[in-house]
């Protein structure tokens, strides 16, 4: 034997009789309600999946008033995207049935320009199926699964504080005032994949819109429970299965009336929901006007005008009902201006009664005040705007949907890096040349 060979066995003897060392498992991170396990190599990254997992989860729970009773964990792997692998799509989420039970699997590429309600969609729709399929054990392997609605994503919201109620409002006016609002039975068969950045935002609208008007069914709650439960076995006719769980949707007229009221209801704005400060200034000014009928023709004066028409019989009960909208006002009012809309209310109340004294001067005194707060809030929007445009630390992704969208259009088209692609594009070669 020569040296040479002798030297080659006696390595492979040597690695023979060495200990197999085992790979590193993957570093991953468990959620507080221990149903998601992430894994990344990024500590920061998976921590901010697991508590927003957590949250999505609760709001889900809070909106169909339901108990955490989850059985199959979901796994999330999170990484950055590869350069070696551009055609990694952002989210893909496996679904399948194996020998020891269910397995769901979210695989999550976080590009720089994701946003948090993007992930959390994707979080949603595996917490959904955990949901849907936590009774259906005996599932054969390879069964395709049944994805939740998109109207039922996009419809429940995260907490109220994050909710932008005045975005909802401006989306929804805009049909409602024009009455080119859709048929609750085209909007369920809807695509918003296939729709641009404005018909993606009603589209949301409208599917919140939905959702609230299924909870204020009776037993609104309990029914949508049983629907998501039931959605395995859904049938292709979405507003068949609604009618299943909500029978006040199984007459066309009466759930077309009924989803028209709601979407109407919404675009007026919640009850809850402050005024801005200018339009607190508007409604105060609408409020202020009173229309008082002076021998003959209606006439319109504003409340500083009182000595025109204070003498006029029909000017008590304009004047009454100015006090009331006052009131009416000071509960929505920005509360800047509260403590000046009761004093204009308890005005109109002492003029009611025909009592002028000193009237006029503590209307100047409110003039001036309104002036001032006006000058002082509009001074405050403009440092406001000024601070965002030139000292934020960061965009505010408001045009994020927009921006992605022009990205896109000016990127050429990314090739696939697989063999059999590298493969064609090499035979593709000198043809194009």
Same mark, same amino acid.
């Given at each position: ?45 998976? @921590? ?9 989860? *609760? ?18 792997? /999170?990484?950055?995207? !590869? ?13 399948? !049935?194996?020998?020891? %039970? ?43 699964? $049944? ?19 005045? *975005? ?7 049909? $409602?005032?024009?009455?080119? =609002? ?16 404005? %018909? ?57 009336? /009924? ?9 007026? @704005? ?21 229309? =008082? ?8 004066? !504003?409340? %500083? ?48 009664? %025909? ?9 100047? *005194? ?6 001032? =707060? ?5 001074? =405050? ?44 594009? $090499? ?7």
């Amino acid at each position: 034997m020569t040296p040479v060979a002798r030297a080659r066995l006696t390595v492979l003897c040597v690695l023979a009789c060495a200990p197999a060392v085992a790979p590193a498992p993957p570093e991953r991170s468990v959620s507080t309600s221990r149903q998601f396990l992430v894994y990344g190599a990024d500590v920061r990254l998976r @921590g901010a999946i697991c508590d927003l997992a957590e949250t999505t989860k *609760r709001d889900v729970l809070q909106l169909i008033d339901q108990r955490d009773e989850w059985t199959t964990p979901i796994v999330v792997n /999170a990484q950055y995207p !590869q350069a070696n692998l551009p055609e990694t799509p952002r989210a893909a989420l496996s679904f399948a !049935q194996t020998g020891f %039970g269910l397995k769901l699997q979210l695989d999550l590429t976080i590009a720089s320009d994701a946003t948090q309600p993007e992930v959390r969609r994707v979080i949603l729709r595996a917490i959904l199926l955990e949901m849907m399929y936590r009774g259906e054990t005996n599932l054969p392997a390879g069964t395709a699964y $049944v994805p939740p609605p998109d109207w039922l994503l996009d419809g429940i919201p995260p907490q109220q504080s994050e909710f932008d109620w005045g *975005r909802l409002i401006d989306v929804l006016g805009a049909p $409602v005032t024009a009455r080119k =609002i859709p048929p609750l039975e085209e909007f369920l068969r809807q695509r918003p994949d296939l729709l641009d950045a404005p %018909g993606r935002s009603l589209y949301r609208a409208y599917s919140f819109a939905l959702v609230e008007l299924l909870l204020h069914e009776p037993e609104g709650r309990r029914r949508l429970t049983r629907f998501i439960a039931d959605l395995p076995s859904a049938s292709n006719d979405p507003m068949a299965d609604l009618g299943a769980h909500f029978p006040e949707l199984i007459n066309a007229n009466s759930a077309e009336k /009924a989803w028209n009221s709601r979407i109407a209801r919404l675009a007026t @704005g919640q009850p809850f929901q402050l005024l801005s400060a200018e339009e607190t200034q508007q409604k105060l000014d609408e409020v202020l006007g009173l229309k =008082i009928f002076d021998a003959g023709p209606q006439r319109r004066y !504003q409340l %500083g005008e009182f000595p025109k028409f204070i003498r006029n019989a029909s000017s008590k009960l304009a004047l009454a009902q100015s006090s009331r909208g006052l009131s009416a006002l000071a509960l929505r009012a920005n509360p800047i201006y509260r403590p000046m809309i009761y004093e204009y209310a308890r005005i109109a109340t002492l003029l009611a009664r %025909g009592k002028i004294n000193g009237i006029a001067e503590r209307l100047a *005194r409110l003039s001036a005040s309104r002036k001032g =707060i006006a000058t002082t809030m509009r001074e =405050i929007g403009d440092y406001l705007n000024w601070f965002e445009a030139t000292q934020s630390p960061g965009p505010s992704g408001a045009f994020a949907d927009y921006m992605k969208a022009a990205e896109l259009a000016a990127q050429p088209e990314q090739k696939r890096r697989d063999p059999i692609s590298l493969y064609l594009d $090499v035979l593709e070669t000198p043809f194009q040349n």
